[in-house]
């Protein structure tokens, strides 16, 4: 069945240094990726999207990779803040025909001054 | 601010109960999505209507519904509330079937 795994541990890091943060998927084909931000009791904030044909892609202090063959997306902010700490959530299409989002179950980052 | 609004914000009812949530899409899409968020579960898609159709199904209860409307704003009925109900609920809008989604506030549902 399809599967989308982030670490379930918390990522704890000093400010200043650059946070890396995995998700990998299995049995899915998917068209993009998506990487979301989600503060406790509100609604995830979508950040970058990325498409098959590409392999990174920038939005200021973000960066996130996709490679198809390790079916795996990594997501970096560099110079983290402590405003940067938060809940990040990878997401898929669930059947390649549009629709259907799947979300991952997060990763909680944690930025300590 | 997203420009999704869901109403209520907070909702508290008891076992058995039918309640609805509403939903306004961002002006202009087309297309929205519902959520369910609980706490051991992480964020459960459970259905995605686009231009009043109904264009991917989630494992939504059969207790659950949705519709959209014309003015595609979108309501989720939910039935005979079980104490597992209990959640935050997320309505998204996007322009089209794939893309960014705007997400709400969420709906918190408390089942007592």
């Known amino acids: 069945s399809q599967k989308i795994e982030q670490n379930s541990e918390a990522l704890n890091i000093q400010e200043g240094k650059t946070a890396t943060l995995t998700c990998n998927y299995t049995?899915?084909?998917?068209?993009?990726l998506q990487w979301y931000r989600q503060d406790p009791g509100r609604g995830p904030v979508f950040l970058l999207l990325?498409?098959?044909?590409?392999k990174e892609k920038r939005k200021e202090r973000l960066k996130v990779t996709f490679d198809t063959t390790l079916k795996q997306s990594l997501f970096h902010i560099t110079a983290s803040q402590p405003a940067d700490s938060a809940t990040y959530l990878c997401?898929?299409?669930?059947?390649?025909?549009?629709?259907?989002?799947?979300f991952g179950q997060g990763t909680e980052l944690s930025v300590k001054p | 601010d997203s420009g999704v609004t869901q109403t209520p914000k907070h909702l508290i009812t008891a076992t058995g109960q039918r309640v609805t949530l509403r939903c306004s899409p961002r002006?202009?899409?087309?297309?929205v999505y519902w959520y369910q968020q609980s706490l051991d579960q992480g964020l459960q898609f459970l259905i995605q209507?686009?231009?009043?159709?109904?264009?991917a199904k989630g494992n939504i209860l059969e207790r659950f519904s949705a519709q959209q409307f014309p003015d595609l704003h979108s309501e989720l009925n939910l039935s005979s509330l079980e104490l597992g109900d209990s959640a935050l609920y997320f309505c998204?809008?996007?322009?089209?079937?794939?893309?960014?989604?705007?997400f709400g506030e969420g709906s918190r549902l408390t089942v007592l």
């Open positions: 998204a809008s996007s322009v089209e079937y794939t893309g960014e989604l705007f």
């Open positions: 049995n899915y084909s998917p068209a993009y």
């Open positions: 997401a898929l299409e669930g059947d390649n025909q549009g629709g259907k989002l799947i």
């Open positions: 990325i498409r098959e044909n590409e």
């Open positions: 209507y686009y231009n009043g159709e109904e264009r």
């Open positions: 002006s202009g899409d087309l297309s």
